[in-house]
C-alpha cells in the first residue's frame, strides 16, 4: 500500500507533468508503478512525454522526494487524495484541470451535499465584512448545512472562514503552498481552529517556496469544490475574479454581490455582474432561488405513495445504479449507463416526477 502511494505521490512531483498530462501517462503505460519502471527509450515514445520529460521521470530523486513526502504526511496524520481513489472529491473529479493529488489535513467530509466558496479582495472593507459575515450567518440561521470553502488570504477569505467557526459551518481553507508552513502566517491560529469541524486542502507538496502563481493555480481547487462560488468584493483585477472565470469553466454557478459605482473594491463585481459573468444576490435568500435550495429545504407535502411504480427498462437501470450508490453527479450516471447527456437527464426529470429519486443540488441525484 505504501508502494502504491510512494508512485501516486512521485507522479504528482515530476516537473512538467501536470494532471493532464499524468492521466494520459497512466492510461498509456497501464500502470503508476509502470511509469517509473519504464526504461527512457519507451518513456519518450509516449504522446506529449518526449525526451526532457522522459529524463525527469527518470530521475531517482522523484522517488527519494516522494519519500520524504510520505515521512511528513504520516508524522502530520495528513490524508492523500488520488484521483482514481474513491475518497477524491466528486467535484474537482469532474474538472478537466483538476490536480491528480491532493493534499488534505483536519476532519472533513469534501463531498457535502452542499458546498459554497466565498472569495473576494485581500483589501476587504467593512462593508464587505459585514456582508461576508450576513451571508455565513444566515446559511447556519436558515439551517442550510453549508461546506464553506475559500483560500485562507487577508480580507474576504479570511472572514469567511472566522464567521464559519463563529456561526458553526465546517470550512475548507484551500492553500497556495505545502502543509507544512502557514502563509500569511498571521492566519495560524484561524488554520488550526477550522481543522476542528473542517480542513485544509492543498496539492502542493512540503517544502513549497511561496510563489505568487501558485495561489493562482489554487484557484482552481476553491472554484472546483463547490457548487457555486460568491464574490463579495473585488477591484477591477484580481484573485476573485479568475476564481469566478475558472468557476464559469466547470458550469459551476457564479454570483457576486454589487457595491456602490465608482467604490475601488466594488468595481470587479459590478462589472461581471454588467458583463453576465455572475449572478447579482444580495443575500441567501436570492441564492436559495437560483441554486434550488427553497424547494429542496422544504418540508415535503404529505400524499399517498403510489403501491407499484412502473419504471420502463432504462429508469430501472438508472434506479439500480442510484440504489448501489448514495448518490451521484449527473455525469457519472451518463458514464455508467453509457447514455448521453439529454437521454440521461429527461430520465432523472421522470424519475424524480414519479417520486423515485431526489436532485440535490450541483446536477447530483439519489434515491429517496
Not at 473576494?120 to 465584512?129: D, I, L, P, S, V
Not at 477591484?235 to 454581490?257: E, P, Q, W
Request: glycine fraction near 8%.
Amino acid at each position: 500500500m505504501e508502494d502504491q502511494l510512494k508512485y501516486k505521490i512521485a507522479i504528482s512531483l515530476i516537473p512538467g507533468i501536470g494532471g493532464v498530462l499524468a492521466r494520459n501517462l497512466i492510461a498509456y503505460i497501464g500502470s503508476i508503478e509502470g511509469i517509473f519502471k519504464e526504461n527512457i527509450n519507451a518513456l519518450k515514445k509516449v504522446p506529449g512525454i518526449g525526451e526532457v520529460n522522459a529524463k525527469r521521470i527518470s530521475n531517482p530523486e522523484i522517488i527519494k522526494n516522494a519519500e520524504t513526502e510520505i515521512e511528513f504526511i504520516q508524522k502530520n496524520n495528513i490524508k492523500v487524495y488520488f484521483y482514481t481513489d474513491k475518497s477524491y472529491p466528486r467535484r474537482l473529479l469532474n474538472c478537466t484541470d483538476a490536480p491528480i493529488l491532493i493534499y488534505v489535513k483536519g476532519n472533513i467530509n469534501l463531498d457535502f451535499e452542499k458546498t459554497i466558496s466565498i472569495v473576494g479582495t485581500r483589501n476587504a472593507t467593512e462593508y464587505g465584512k459585514e456582508v461576508c459575515d450576513k451571508l455565513v450567518k444566515d446559511f447556519s440561521e436558515r439551517n442550510h448545512h453549508v461546506l464553506i470553502i475559500s483560500g485562507l488570504a487577508y480580507g474576504i477569505d479570511i472572514q469567511a472562514h472566522k464567521s464559519a467557526i463563529k456561526y458553526n459551518l465546517p470550512t475548507v481553507g484551500v492553500l497556495g503552498h505545502g502543509l507544512d508552513l502557514m502563509y500569511p502566517s498571521l492566519h495560524a491560529d484561524t488554520a488550526n481552529k477550522l481543522q476542528e469541524n473542517g480542513g485544509l486542502v492543498s496539492d502542493f507538496p512540503c517544502r513549497t517556496k511561496i510563489d505568487p502563481p501558485n495561489f493562482i493555480r489554487r484557484n482552481r481547487i476553491i472554484a472546483g469544490l463547490a457548487d457555486a462560488t460568491i464574490i463579495v468584493e473585488s477591484g477591477i483585477k484580481g484573485g476573485a475574479l479568475i476564481t469566478a472565470d475558472i468557476a464559469s469553466s466547470y458550469n459551476r454557478d457564479v454570483f457576486a454581490i454589487p457595491g456602490r459605482a465608482g467604490d475601488t473594491w466594488s468595481m470587479g463585481c459590478n462589472k461581471i455582474i454588467k458583463n453576465s459573468g455572475a449572478t447579482l444576490i444580495e443575500s441567501v435568500a436570492d441564492l436559495e432561488y437560483f441554486m434550488g435550495w427553497e424547494e429542496h429545504d422544504k418540508k415535503p407535502k404529505a400524499y399517498q405513495q403510489q403501491l407499484f411504480i412502473e419504471l420502463n427498462p432504462e429508469e430501472e437501470i438508472i434506479c439500480k445504479l442510484l440504489k448501489e450508490n448514495d448518490s451521484m453527479f449527473i455525469d457519472e450516471i451518463c458514464s455508467d449507463v453509457k447514455m448521453p447527456m439529454g437521454k440521461v437527464s429527461s430520465l432523472l426529470l421522470n424519475l424524480e416526477f414519479k417520486g423515485v429519486i431526489s436532485g440535490m443540488p450541483g446536477k447530483m441525484y439519489k434515491m429517496k
